[in-house]
């Protein structure tokens, strides 16, 4: 079995604590930045050489994170992030927000494309040599002109009496005979969010999709500004409705970190409950949605219930089903109580009995078996060019986890075991979550077992000077990483959270390519990106 | 009792029935997922729904579309008057032949998929397209194994077959088991259920049938929806008073009727738990599969016809 061996998939890159050494033996001076909370080591380098840095960085096999901007009249700070085998690396230059330009990474990390199209967008940066010069995330519903994360833009916007149709985005053509295209989206069949997919089709054969997402755009980031911490965490919990949690506590951790509070301990392992739950919850309601998709009903019905059930067991032990607004900043907002715990027991247990029958079942019927091999293969070659996160990176060869690589309490001295296959084709996408849900079984059995005794939350001390801080947090799509920067008097300056769709959706166009057209929805749903986490 | 009556008397029957055919299908395949489901008759319903429904017509749509769900719903009901369901002693059968019924066959087929270009929808064309090269495979395959229980009656009358069939002795002859066989796999095929297509999907990328008939609404979805339910019950009368003639009554008289009617009833209804059972236990075939699974029905229907030479000639 090629699965569970140690250190499978685990980054080649160096370790964390190397990097400064090596940053300086490429001759890019650098400066230490401590203002910057939590666990990431964060440098300031001149704009200049923000390119240099990516290229030292693709050389050194670090893997590519995020970046976000922030407006600080009258500059713009850009901060990017990256990955090291156990921790995490920013980096920081400042631009004037007046033409303010950047070499762009892109050349060097594919993975960096959109976000930095949307930080084009949002800030009016400008990205040189940045290969795709079309926009992304802006429709027609604000002009080219305005920047809606800057200062000077309005927070409730600059609404039309009538939004323009966005008909014009130019696609990239696939030419030849027979070749047709064929529209999809934004509004689907069934209940989920809205985004267009464009693919270029001969016969059945796909040739190429591309995605144009945005159709979600909430302005979150423009919300969260003057909004309180405990706003903060209700508007972070509503980022992605699925994964409510693990972006409310990335949310709080970057805001623990900002003021320099220490949490108690049991609210932090109730946090990694919660986080288990929620990765159980949706794993179930993903592998039941696949069988759905190649038309095998009896396994969606029967994960659906026990999706349904655990659910409701949210509901019972913590009060709600999709367990928004437990976490809160400075711990959370309910605690387990002996007859929870039995309850919370006994699910674990059922559970697990279920799953022993029902997951062989599916490995082992040729039917759903034949649909789901060889469809929709993501290379690990690809994977680690796309730098694509959680189930997906894992079927394809790619173990990262925070929870193992650079854990957080009460992740420290847990024995996690990170499912990794090779194949990347939809059966290891859904093999891997069955997994998973059987790992994170075990662990919040453990997590049950050593919950300490004592407080579940303590109030934040008011904010008395500026201070930002970065969280990280391995959410059940993956990696999620939250930045937050607070004023004195404890309103949020700016938040950005980085959902792992941001990286996980181009994964999905590149294991298109040979697919046949009906063949993309198990593809797509064995992905399962969000939406609304990525349009923001 | 006149023959004629009789003949429009079981047709309209088949047709009243055969939204029932199609609840109970779905019925019997939730209780088997453990599902509440809706009950049986909830097609009627969603028939009535629907034909109290504006119809909204696409500008592009031109009188193609508009008269599509007529011929599609009236071309079946005529397919539906030939098959003897009850009673052998049929008028209407020997004006049409098997031949002509695949004909009837095709031709809805050839209004479905010229409805679902029709629009310049890129589903509707696709499912067009798809239906297309299904069929064209199904339908040689139905032929053959139609011809092999032909060249045993000696006849290509629908009721001549069966009257042969259920005269004869109970000896299972191979040829007949063969074309039984290809009969089932082209059945499943041509009524778009698992695992070729699935009819309770909504996704469009996947679909066949469904998607060929997604621009309509109101009254055209109704019939559109009726027709197919009738085609599955048409294909279901057709296996069942095929490969198990028992009961269908060889006379028009009351007692023989009544028995023909309570065995067409149950056998239809094992049919029925058949195909609940299948779509249950099995997945969606990838598409390119199609065609060997059509293979395989066409040449378990030549191989009924070689047998039948082979063997059964005397």
């Known amino acids: ?536 | 009792m006149n023959g004629w009556l009789f003949a429009i008397v079981q047709t309209l029957c088949v047709v009243f029935f055969a939204p029932f055919m199609a609840g109970l299908v779905k019925w019997m395949k939730c209780k088997l997922q453990n599902r509440q489901g809706p009950p049986p008759w909830q097609p009627y319903r969603n028939l009535l729904k629907l034909s109290r429904k504006q119809v909204v017509l696409a500008d592009t749509a031109s009188f193609v579309f508009r008269i599509a769900p007529y011929v599609v719903f009236s071309v079946t009901i005529v397919a539906v008057s030939v098959v003897p369901v009850i009673s052998v002693q049929l008028p209407t059968a020997a004006l049409a032949d098997v031949i002509v019924l695949v004909g009837f066959l095709s031709l809805a087929r050839f209004f479905l998929s010229l409805a679902g270009m029709d629009v310049g929808t890129s589903f509707g064309g696709m499912g067009s397209s798809r239906e297309v090269t299904i069929s064209s495979l199904a339908e040689p395959a139905l032929l053959m194994a139609f011809f092999t229980l032909a060249m045993n009656a000696s006849s290509t009358n629908v009721s001549t077959v069966i009257a042969h069939l259920s005269q004869g002795s109970l000896i299972l002859y191979p040829s007949l088991i063969f074309s039984s066989l290809g009969l089932i796999l082209v059945a499943i095929a041509e009524t778009g259920r698992i695992p070729i297509d699935n009819p309770a999907t909504h996704l469009e990328l996947t679909m066949i049938h469904e998607a060929m008939i997604l621009e309509y609404s109101g009254r055209h979805l109704a019939l559109m929806e009726w027709a197919a339910m009738l085609k599955l019950t048409l294909y279901s009368l057709l296996i069942v008073n095929l490969i198990v003639p028992l009961g269908v009554a060889l006379t028009l008289r009351p007692g023989d009727l009544l028995l023909g009617a309570v065995s067409v009833s149950c056998k239809l209804l094992l049919l029925a738990l058949f195909l609940a059972v299948v779509e249950t236990a099995q997945a969606k075939m990838r598409l390119f599969r199609a065609p060997q699974y059509l293979g395989l029905a066409f040449i378990l229907s030549l191989l009924g016809m070689m047998s039948h030479i082979i063997l059964e000639v005397r």
């Open chain 1, 1 to 536: 079995m090629n699965t569970h061996e140690k250190n499978l998939g685990q980054l080649a890159a160096p370790d964390i604590d190397s990097i400064p050494d090596l940053l300086a033996q490429a001759g890019i001076p650098t400066q230490e930045l401590p203002d910057l909370k939590g666990s990431a080591r964060c440098f300031l380098i001149d704009a200049g050489l923000w390119g240099s840095v990516a290229a030292m960085m693709a050389k050194n096999s670090m893997r590519w994170c995020a970046v976000w901007g922030e407006h600080c009249l009258p500059e713009i700070y850009v901060t990017a992030a990256f990955a090291a085998r156990n921790g995490h690396l920013l980096f920081r230059a400042i631009v004037a927000d007046d033409q303010g330009e950047l070499p762009s990474q892109t050349p060097f990390f594919p993975a960096a494309n959109r976000p930095e199209r949307y930080l084009q967008e949002m800030f009016g940066i400008r990205f040189t040599n940045h290969p795709d010069p079309r926009r992304w995330m802006r429709h027609q519903a604000w002009n080219e002109n305005q920047y809606p994360l800057r200062k000077d833009f309005p927070r409730a916007g600059t609404p039309l009496e009538e939004t323009p149709p966005d008909s014009d985005y130019p696609f990239i053509p696939a030419e030849g005979q027979g070749v047709y295209e064929i529209p999809v989206g934004p509004v689907h069949a069934g209940i989920i969010e809205s985004g267009h997919f464009r693919f270029q089709a001969m016969g059945e054969d796909i040739l190429s999709l591309e995605e144009h997402l945005g159709y979600v755009h909430k302005g979150i980031e423009k919300c969260a500004e003057g909004r309180d911490v405990e706003g903060l965490a209700r508007l972070a919990a509503r980022v992605s409705g699925d994964s409510t949690v693990g972006h409310a506590w990335a949310a709080c951790q970057a805001c623990e970190y900002a003021v320099g509070i220490t949490i108690p301990q049991r609210a932090l392992v109730i946090r990694a409950i919660l986080a288990e739950s929620e990765r159980i919850a949706n794993h179930l309601g993903d592998i039941g949605a696949c069988c759905n998709d190649v038309g095998f009903t009896f396994a969606q019905i029967q994960f659906s219930r026990l999706r349904e059930l655990w659910q409701r067991q949210n509901a019972a032990v913590f009060g709600h089903r999709l367990l928004m607004d437990v976490v809160v900043p400075g711990g959370v907002s309910r605690d387990i109580l002996a007859a929870q715990e039995s309850l919370l027991r006994k699910g674990i247990e059922t559970l697990h009995r279920e799953l022993e029958t029902l997951l062989p079942l599916l490995y082992e019927n040729p039917s759903l078996q034949d649909r789901l091999r060889t469809t929709g293969v993501l290379s690990p070659a690809k994977a680690r060019e796309r730098g694509v996160l959680g189930y997906i990176a894992r079927a394809s060869g790619e173990s990262w986890d925070l929870r193992r690589d650079a854990p957080y309490t009460p992740y420290q001295r847990k024995a996690i075991t990170v499912p990794c296959y090779t194949e990347g084709d939809c059966r290891r996408r859904v093999q891997v979550r069955g997994d998973e849900i059987l790992v994170s079984l075990n662990l919040l059995v453990t997590l049950l077992s050593d919950l300490p005794s004592g407080e579940v939350v303590k109030t934040l001390p008011p904010v008395t000077r500026d201070c930002s801080g970065v969280g990280f947090i391995e959410g059940w799509r993956g990696e999620i990483i939250v930045y937050v920067h607070l004023e004195a008097g404890g309103r949020v300056a700016r938040y950005f959270p980085r959902d792992p769709s941001w990286l996980n959706w181009p994964g999905l166009e590149e294991m298109i390519g040979g697919v046949i057209v009906p063949d993309f929805p198990v593809c797509n749903k064995s992905v399962n990106g969000s939406y609304s986490g990525h349009d923001l």
